[in-house]
């Protein structure tokens, strides 16, 4: 039975060689690999190792990861600051 759903996550890896990377949350079934084509958000498809996003993910996943993101959106508004 293939599960989905959508949680909030931090990328802990981000690879531009690779066009990709990971997000883990709580309620993933592991890490989610992160694919740049499915980034929605003001830089393009990139992200950075510590960014805050949205993920709607699915499984199987991708890239030995347990997981596999079908949507990523940057919050922007949840990025932490030096010394805040």
Known sequence: MTR???TR???IRWDD???????EAPDLPGDCWVDAS???G???GTLRAGQVVDVDWTE???EGAACRATRV???EDLQATLGG
């Open 4 to 6: 989905t759903g959508t």
């Open 9 to 11: 996550g931090t990328v």
């Open 17 to 23: 060689a690779r066009h990709g990377g990971l997000v």
């Open 38 to 40: 499915v980034v929605h």
């Open 42 to 44: 003001p830089h393009g």
């Open 60 to 62: 199987p996943g991708a």
């Open 73 to 75: 959106v940057p919050r």
